[in-house]
């Protein structure tokens, strides 16, 4: 049995184990040939115990529709995983309002009435792990869209400058910032105080060097700039 297995694993086969039986039922998924109902529910729930003990298998479930994901007319639909987004009654984020801008629809609410608390809490933690938005984060950018660039990057365009690898380009945004700042609602700026206050204190600063012979220019940040001239923060009326 021993060297049946080392020569099927050598000419590619896999062995048949729970991942493989769990990407013969995605195969389903990816087919349209899942109805809702208690057995989805029961395949989530086998979902969840592999997750459990092998959290490698998350890359499996790219791209796959086996998620129910509310519909704007109310009804819920396959959807994948990086096609949706948590909002009640799993947890309180606001982007259920916010699809004009994510363009991610809410996790359907059935299975908040069809897992028990224990399994919802690992539900949620394994749904984020596969990409599930759940909120909004501060990410690292190029300092080109800055509007203090041409201060930050005056070492660049000198005569004999050239960029290395020891070049630093940092700064930072929010996604689409500018989208949820204009829709001036509470559950926006609840959004981007929440992706503030998680984040490090560098996304504050821009920095920018073209390689180790010049000393780091600094200016604010995308990030900054943007919010500090912006009314990001609703009145109380």
Not at 23 to 33: F, H, I, K
Not at 122 to 133: D, E, P
Request: glycine share 4%; with cysteine; charged share 30%.
């Amino acid at each position: 049995k021993r060297l049946a297995r080392v020569f099927l694993e050598h000419v590619g086969v896999k062995p048949f184990d729970e991942k493989a039986l769990l990407e013969l039922r995605l195969a389903d998924y990816r087919e349209g040939c899942v109805e809702p109902g208690s057995k989805h529910v029961e395949d989530v729930k086998r979902i969840l115990r592999c997750w459990k003990k092998d959290e490698s298998i998350e890359e499996i479930f790219d791209g796959v529709p086996f998620l129910l994901g509310r519909h704007e007319d109310g009804e819920d639909i396959w959807l994948a995983p990086e096609e949706l987004c948590l909002d009640e009654p799993y947890q309180r984020s606001g982007l259920a309002e916010h699809f004009d801008i994510h363009e991610r629809y809410p996790l359907s609410p059935t299975y908040s009435k069809s897992l028990t608390d224990s399994n919802l809490r690992q539900f949620v933690a394994f749904l984020r792990s596969i990409g599930v938005q759940d909120e909004l984060e501060v990410v690292e950018v190029g300092v080109w869209r800055n509007p203090a660039r041409a201060e930050l990057m005056v070492d660049k365009y000198k005569q004999g400058a050239r960029t290395t690898n020891s070049e630093i380009d940092e700064d930072y945004t929010i996604d689409t910032l500018d989208e949820y700042l204009d829709s001036e609602t509470v559950s926006a700026s609840r959004l981007i105080w929440s992706a503030l206050t998680k984040a490090d204190q560098n996304i504050a600063t821009a920095r920018y060097r073209p390689n180790q012979n010049y000393s780091i220019k600094e200016a604010p940040s995308q990030l900054v700039t943007c919010l500090a001239t912006a009314a990001w923060i609703p009145d109380k009326d």
